[in-house]
């Protein structure tokens, strides 16, 4: 009996041993799936490499490996995958960033980024590289209502192919110009009841323009006869106007002893006022100054210009009187020329455009808008150039 007792124990050993051998396997498939777990976030089964040492084990378990050389080929292969994933980082492009690119624009290749434009009229089919046969080196624009169309189509007909047109519609009728062959390949802005330094500051920003040596901006109630544009580019390079103006006839529509015609010279910078009105003869109205009504400015000229216009003083009254600020020496590049000049008819055809109030005819009351913002711009202008000096530490000039 007791040899049977004994017998019974001992043939019960083997079955044991292999229950522990399956027990030490699991605990090692257990850790081993742990460390995979932690070393590989993310693993792609199509794409995980085992190490050699661990197929070899899974292809003969009676191979001997011990659990510490698995764990090394583990630990190994992760600190491999990280090296690479650091090396792969480093490598990365850097993103586009170039600081001195127009604001906003500085995440852009400098090459692709286009800075200005221009008025010029492309086609919607064929070659860009073909859409121009000609690029205008001048603009000019006028700001016109339909009744003035007969001035207008004169006007424009003295102006040649270097010319962009422009017209700003202050009366909303724009299909209406399409009776002259001209306004077909003209531009046109339409807004109803504004003046043209509105569409000026709005619509001739100088990164628009900057194809254009020169910048008109003109009136409609202007008589040309006399007039040629290229003849006045040609005296406006000669004697280097940065801002300028045709003369006016003297007897009419005239305001301002500087703005009138001399018959006896090409061009005049200077002039003489009535008594005591120019404290200082390089100042204006005796010099650095032409009106508004029918302005010439160069292009570096009218990036200054365009920037001092005020976006609520539409009219531009005083502006006249601060152009000087935006050319150095103004009493030398600021003039009229005498030889190519016009007849101001002083038609208030915008002053009709506004509305009648407080016993004010419509006229009555644009010319009081007219003088209020003339004041207005003045007190600015002082008040801002004060305070540049006084941050300077500087007493302000009277």
């Known amino acids: 009996m007791s040899k049977l007792a004994i017998l019974g124990r001992s043939s019960g050993l083997p079955r044991s041993n292999e229950g522990m051998r399956l027990l030490f396997s699991a605990v090692i498939g257990v850790m081993l799936g742990y460390l995979f777990g932690i070393s590989f976030p993310t693993v792609n089964v199509t794409k995980l490499h085992f190490p050699s040492s661990i197929i070899s084990y899974i292809e003969d378990k009676d191979s001997g490996i011990t659990t510490q050389t698995l764990l090394n080929h583990a630990w190994t292969s992760a600190n491999s995958k990280k090296r690479n994933n650091s090396e792969s980082n480093s490598d990365e492009i850097p993103k586009i960033y170039v600081p001195t690119n127009p604001k906003g624009a500085e995440g852009l290749a400098p090459v692709i980024v286009v800075p200005e434009t221009d008025l010029y009229l492309r086609r919607l089919w064929g070659e860009p590289s073909e859409d121009l046969t000609s690029q205008p080196r001048y603009l000019i624009t006028f700001t016109v209502g339909y009744s003035q169309k007969a001035n207008i ?126 404290t200082d003869p390089h100042l204006p109205p005796c010099a650095a100054f032409v009106e508004i009504m029918a302005t010439v400015f160069s292009r570096d000229a009218w990036r200054c210009v365009w920037h001092m216009i005020q976006n609520d003083l539409v009219h531009g009254w005083g502006l006249d009187f601060a152009l000087r600020r935006c050319v150095e020496p103004a009493h030398e590049k600021i003039g009229v020329v005498d030889s190519q000049w016009i007849i101001h008819q002083v038609i208030p055809s915008l002053g009709n455009q506004g509305t009648a109030e407080n016993g004010r005819t419509p006229w009555e009351g644009v010319r009081a808008r007219c003088r209020k913002e003339w004041g207005m711009f003045q007190k600015r202008l002082a008040d801002a150039e004060k305070a540049y000096y006084l941050g300077k530490g500087i007493t302000p000039p009277n």
Not at 157 to 169: A, V
Not at 179 to 200: D, G, L, N
Not at 226 to 240: D, M, P, S, T
């Open 153 to 278: 189509d004169a006007a424009v007909k003295k102006f040649s192919e270097n010319f962009t047109i422009m017209l700003f519609h202050y009366d909303g009728r724009t299909n209406d110009w399409d009776e002259f062959e001209w306004s077909k390949r003209a531009i046109h802005v339409s807004v109803r009841r504004q003046t043209k330094w509105w569409y000026a500051k709005r619509f001739l920003h100088p990164d628009i323009v900057a194809p254009y040596d020169y910048i008109f901006i003109w009136d409609e109630d202007l008589s040309v006869q006399h007039f040629n544009a290229e003849a006045y580019i040609k005296l406006v390079r000669k004697h280097g106007l940065e801002i300028s103006q045709p003369g006016l006839e003297p007897d009419k529509g005239l305001t301002w002893q500087m703005t009138k015609r001399l018959g006896d010279q090409e061009v005049h910078k200077v002039t003489e006022e009535r008594p005591g009105w120019c």
